[in-house]
């Protein structure tokens, strides 16, 4: 089995010739298959991520659902994520130049019925490989919400390394399909 380290470089080199019109229509494909389920339907608080170049684009998502949805971003606080409140015009550049929420941080995770959330790779049994800092490890081991973790089909891989805290997800949702 590869190590972590080497799956992550063959990822980047692979979604770097995805070119930026695929992108966009990859990432409005996930959106409609993320709308088709019935977690989806039935979630008044969802946490999602403001994209990196190299991820899902979620700025659809955002101003599609800002209307019906609570919706809440991570911020990188030292060695953790915290969660606020999203407000379309109260974004600043935070960490790793992700822009962040600056309203309201939620301390209750109890109130997240559906957390979106990307990764480096994933694998058929629903295993996810983040960047390698453990935000999201931490973050998902303290809530039962229903965890779709999404990506591009080519961050797809047959298995990948599991170790005791890596926490594995509901759906894995691509532009072709739902795992």
């Not at 080497?6 to 993320?34: H, M, P």
């Not at 130049?97 to 209750?108: A, F, R, Y």
């Not at 990764?119 to 800092?133: E, I, M, S, T």
Request: proline share 4%.
């Amino acid at each position: 089995m590869c190590k972590k380290s080497d799956i992550r470089t063959r990822i980047k080199g692979i979604k770097s010739r995805i070119t930026s019109e695929c992108r966009i229509r990859f990432s409005e494909q996930i959106r409609y298959r993320i709308e088709q389920l019935p977690e989806f339907r039935t979630a008044k608080t969802i946490l999602l991520y403001h994209a990196l170049p190299d991820e899902v684009d979620t700025s659809s998502f955002l101003q599609s659902w800002d209307q019906d949805k609570e919706l809440l971003l991570p911020v990188v606080k030292g060695e953790d994520l915290i969660i606020r409140n999203y407000h379309a015009g109260d974004l600043k550049k935070g960490s790793f130049g992700i822009l962040e929420p600056q309203g309201k941080e939620v301390t209750d995770l109890s109130t997240i019925d559906l957390i979106i959330i990307p990764g480096v790779a994933f694998d058929k049994r629903r295993n996810r490989l983040g960047r390698g800092k453990g935000y999201y490890d931490k973050l998902l081991s303290q809530t039962s919400a229903c965890k779709v973790g999404i990506c591009y089909d080519c961050q797809v891989i047959d298995l990948l390394p599991v170790e005791e805290h890596d926490i594995p997800m509901n759906y894995i949702i691509t532009e072709s399909g739902i795992i």
